[in-house]
């Protein structure tokens, strides 16, 4: 079965402190896996995502096929970070509709 | 400026009535999306469409239906509206090329009474 899975409903880190958002997949074949995230009073949008291996706004995210895991990260938190975030994946299809975690509420206090 | 666009943005009615829910973009995508998101819950997909006149359902069941007539529009219609409807809507669109990147519009938040 096709699945998504963020252990951490909520995360709450000092600003400062290292961020890690847990996110595991599981998946038939070679999925792409993005990273989403929802700001307060904004809509969801795209964070980053496996193929681009790029860093967004401090944070990363590796893929790792042994684990079947796509972690996201950020050495040093900042308050500006507090949000949803959502871990989804989808086939390896152009427009192929998403699966998402439950999401992880990250809270970065000062 | 190319979007996506949802309306309303939040409805309250009562049992019973019909209902559609809008979601309209600019962005020239080919592929829409619904999804249905519970308080604290992932969002499932409810129903989607890879163009004009092609529409198909989702993972989670559900008793909308949906049309796509055109390519910027892609609303969902509830019949007859129940309290077990009530969730938040989000559509969501995408393009046909290599990134399956989605935008999503800002949701129709639905209660049901």
């Known amino acids: 079965a096709q699945r998504v899975t963020q252990p951490e409903k909520l995360l709450s880190v000092f600003k400062g402190a290292p961020v890690e958002l847990k996110c595991n997949y599981s998946?038939?074949?070679?999925?792409?896996l993005f990273w989403y995230v929802q700001y307060s009073r904004q809509r969801l949008q795209l964070l980053l995502r496996h193929i681009s291996r790029e860093s967004i706004k401090g944070f990363t995210a590796d893929l790792n096929k042994g684990e079947t895991s796509f972690h996201l990260k950020k050495p040093f938190a900042q308050e500006e970070d507090s949000a949803m975030y959502y871990c989804?994946?989808?086939?390896?299809?152009?427009?192929?509709?998403?699966?998402f975690g439950k999401g992880t509420t990250l809270s970065v206090s000062s | 400026e190319a979007d996506i666009y949802q309306t309303p943005r939040y409805l309250v009615i009562g049992t019973g009535k019909k209902i559609t829910l809008e979601c309209s973009q600019t962005?020239?995508?080919?592929?829409m999306y619904w999804y249905q998101q519970d308080p604290g819950m992932e969002l499932h997909l409810i129903h989607y469409?890879?163009?004009?006149?092609?529409?198909e359902k989702g993972d989670l069941s559900s008793e909308s239906t949906v049309s796509r007539i055109r390519t910027e529009h892609f609303p969902l219609t509830l019949e007859s509206a129940r309290p077990s409807h009530t969730s938040q809507y989000l559509c969501a669109s995408s393009d046909s090329g290599g990134e399956n990147i989605q935008y999503f519009g800002a949701g129709t938040r639905l209660s049901v009474l």
């Open positions: 998946y038939s074949g070679s999925p792409e």
């Open positions: 989804a994946l989808s086939g390896n299809q152009a427009g192929t509709a998403l699966i």
């Open positions: 962005m020239g995508h080919d592929k």
């Open positions: 469409s890879y163009g004009v006149n092609s529409t």
